[in-house]
């Protein structure tokens, strides 16, 4: 297959309420969406980067130069590529991990709607269908979290996640835990303590919790092993996990029970599917985390959701969970769980007038071999 040209189309989608973590509140997603023309086709990927570097190194803006000026070229000088390959080709551009799986996605749903091939079929997904949980962000008030929750449960959610930081996390999960009963409940921390924190941390295990995740920063591998000994909880790693490899070594260390797999934070999906492999091999469960993506990285999301070792509900939400109106057809919650995309590559396509209306700008880049790139 030949990569013959790319659009990068950036959209603002509004969000249906604020969502507020320990890194700060969005209140829309400015995403980078890429087509590729190749010589099997079209298809289309999503990059997860935020707009500003706080949860990540990695922010849109950087994501879109780095794929112009270097990913791009190399992708264009191969001679046959195809969604196997990309990562090999990319490899001598350091990191850059959310703008490789962006343009990997979009090369294999090309190749895979060539092919007339589904995401889920080639991953390996052995489920039609995926229990769903949904993430809350931090609230005003325990009234508002009590509220936002009961209004998720009454939606069918499966498992409720609540974002913490120092000085919101053991009342509000108590509320909730009291409240709510025996209902799956989970914790994320986004890197928000220090291991010094971990006498405070331990009161959560009273609260019969599915996991803590990325309780400190990404960087300490060892400190998480350390804490994993002083909780009952179990530790669940979202950010230090970047790699098969990464996730290999934290697994020896002991530094998780639990591993939250992003496709875009990894590479990729193919990466993602390697991580899933190497913690099925060592006994840890994983499940799938969601980064606000539009329906296509949410369908790729889904089909990754149904490989037998995501024995864990996702943050696989439906589309109204963050948006009035999604790009492409909804994702609707039924009985708590969402269907697994069947049709070739990712089994979904942005709706043409919708995406014309939140789109702010278009760059077609073409291969040298034809015309310059075209500012729309």
Known sequence: ????????????????????????????????????????????????????????????????????????????????????????????????????????????????????????????????????????????????????VERFLGHGYRRIKLKIEPGWDVEPVRAVRERFGDVLLQVDANTAYTLADARHLARLDEFDLLLIEQPLPEEQVLAHAALARQLRTPVCLDESIVSAQAVADAIAQGACAIVNIKPGRVGGYLEARRIHDVCAAHGVPVWCGGMLESGLGRAGNVALAALPNFLLPGDTSASDRYFKEDITEPFVLRDGRLEVPSGPGLGVTPIPQVLESVTRRVDLVRSPDAARPVLV
């Open 1 to 148: 297959m030949r990569l013959d040209a790319v659009e990068l189309r950036r959209i603002r989608l509004p969000l249906v309420a604020p969502f507020r973590t320990s890194h700060g509140v969005e209140d829309e997603r400015d995403i980078l969406l890429m087509r590729v023309e190749t010589s099997a086709g079209e298809g289309w990927g999503e990059c997860v980067a935020g707009s500003d570097p706080l949860y990540s190194s990695e922010y849109v803006d950087a994501a879109e130069a780095v794929l112009r000026d270097h990913l791009l070229p190399r992708l264009f000088a191969a001679e046959l590529l195809g969604g196997q390959s990309v990562a090999e080709v990319l490899a001598p551009v350091a990191g850059h991990r959310m703008a490789k799986a962006a343009i990997e996605m979009a090369v294999l749903d090309a190749e895979l709607r060539g092919r007339g091939q589904s995401f889920a079929s080639v991953l390996g997904a052995v489920r039609g269908a995926v229990d769903c949980g949904v993430s809350v962000g931090i609230q005003d008030s325990i009234p508002q979290l009590l509220d936002v």
